[in-house]
């Protein structure tokens, strides 16, 4: 086998490749029967990078439904894997892992692939295009976005661009929680506003109504347009109207304070619309006519039952039969909709117009996780499959400053306002902060930590990186000297490290998109800034070891060429974050 020609795929991708022939050919062989499902088998560095370059577990996935030993068809393996140009050394490890070293050149016509694809280096096409709906924030329409709310908000767009990076068509939806009893106290607080506006001593808040200032220029526009015709006018004349005037108004804060995070919805699918377009009912029917819903009663609340508490018949949803404790109701005795069976209805909806749903929740949600999961798995999509439901995690962030606690917010009444931290430290520095940790895990927001220049807050070691490449193409430049690639066999082992780091970008696109976790990004960006820091640092101590020499202007050529490779995987890597890539620092 010949690896002159890999049609523009990235290392791994051909490998990958290549693996598959040397199957199909032990397959044509006959050492290995036909139609073994491959899906399980990885090519990856292996962990200890001492064992070489590459790693495949094929051997001990298909040994045991082939009918063969690990090691007997490893070596059938080897065999067939030595014989491609870029392999220098095929060994068999353990119980029949496969660890293969490269030639030196295989490692530089991967440098050349990073600057031929540039911007496009790690775009995947294994999405073939599904459409996957990622629902984020939908936060309820009552004020400004919080803290609590940035971190998901972050992950839910971060998430989106990588599955479209990765060859997936990307919904990205607000689901506006405007039906329930929380906009109808929205309204309630915004007519207190109204009546001040228009002149009245209103006095405190009332305890349960938003105390927040964020109402006030809602009262105000209130009072321009309506006069005083609702000032002391029954309740059932202007709830409803002061409920749609400030849902929308809400709405614009929304908007306006995710638009400083670089974040914007595609779709706003309404709750109150839902229900009055009848969907839930729809859903409700569906469910009945598969068995999934039927009357009957719940069993009384375990531990002391309540003094009030009587046995009433209401719909309830089979999610038992999905792994949950109990059924669960999806109307309430008054015949209005469950929270549950109105999110039941809207993943219903969203079922029908993708491939693929994902939901981003806070944690506070976990309790309803396994009973809404249990109803998407009820449901199929527009090809009467189930439709694939991932439900993702986000720990709240507790902000500090210099290890404090921050105060809360006047004008947001019980918060810290999203725009306000925004505001201090910079979108990048917020969007990047808030994916240095896995989403299910607690984290802290230190005012003082997130803008500090040192090694150990990984968003300016990360944007140092790609400064500092730029900072060495500039003294390259004034010394007349640029980036090349006609000598880039001068470059040795220490710097052909980076290329094989840089080399794993496809791979863990791939796997983040996979796992839904682009957190796993922001890793790479990290250990990718460390290596190029740590190869930086050797020119301190060994002046051949620096970027620039000007007595090898050929090896300097080469050595800006990688340099500017570097650089462009971090802006690849931070473009896929929501993060502008910095120039100076």
Known sequence: MNTATRDNQTLYAAFTGHLNAALDALEAAGTLPGGLKRGAITVEPPRDPSHGDLATNAAMVLAKPAGMKPRDLAEALVSELAKLDAVTSAEIAGPGFINLRLAPATWIAELRAIADLGADYGRSAMGGGSTVNVEYVSANPTGPMHMGHCRGAVVGDALATLLEFAGHK????????????????????????????????????????????YLVPVGKALAEEFGDKYAHAPESEWLALFREKAVAAMLVMIKDDLALLGIEHEVFSSEAELQASGKPDEAEAWLRSKGLVYDGVLEAPKGKTPEDWEPVELPLFRSTRFGDDQDRPIRKSDGTWTYFGADLAYHYQKAQEADALVDIWGADHAGTVKRIKAAVAAMTGADGEPTPFEIKLVQMVQLLRDGEPVKMSKRAGTFVTLADVVREVGKDVVRFTMLTRKPEAQMDFDFAKVVEASKDNPVFYVQYAHARVHSTLRKAAAEGLTPAADHLELLGEEE??????????????????????????????????????????????????????????????????????????????????????????
Do not use: C
Request: charged share 20%.
């Open 496 to 585: 052909l490290e980076l290329v094989k780091l840089a080399a794993q970008f496809p791979r863990i696109v791939e796997a983040a998109a996979a796992a839904r976790e682009p957190h796993r990004i922001a890793f790479f960006l990290g250990d990718l800034a460390a290596a190029f820091h740590g190869y930086w640092n050797l020119g301190n101590d060994r002046v051949e070891k620096r970027f620039i020499n000007l007595l090898d202007v050929n090896l300097t050529a080469a050595r800006l060429f990688l340099a500017v490779q570097i650089g462009q995987l971090v802006r690849n890597g931070l473009a896929l974050l929501g993060v502008e890539a910095v120039e100076e620092m």
């Open 170 to 213: 990307v919904v990205k939806e607000y689901y506006v929680n405007d039906a329930g009893a929380q906009v109808q106290v929205l309204a309630r607080s915004v007519h207190i506003r109204y009546r001040e506006a228009l002149g009245e001593d209103v006095g405190a808040i009332p305890e349960g109504l938003y105390p927040g200032d």
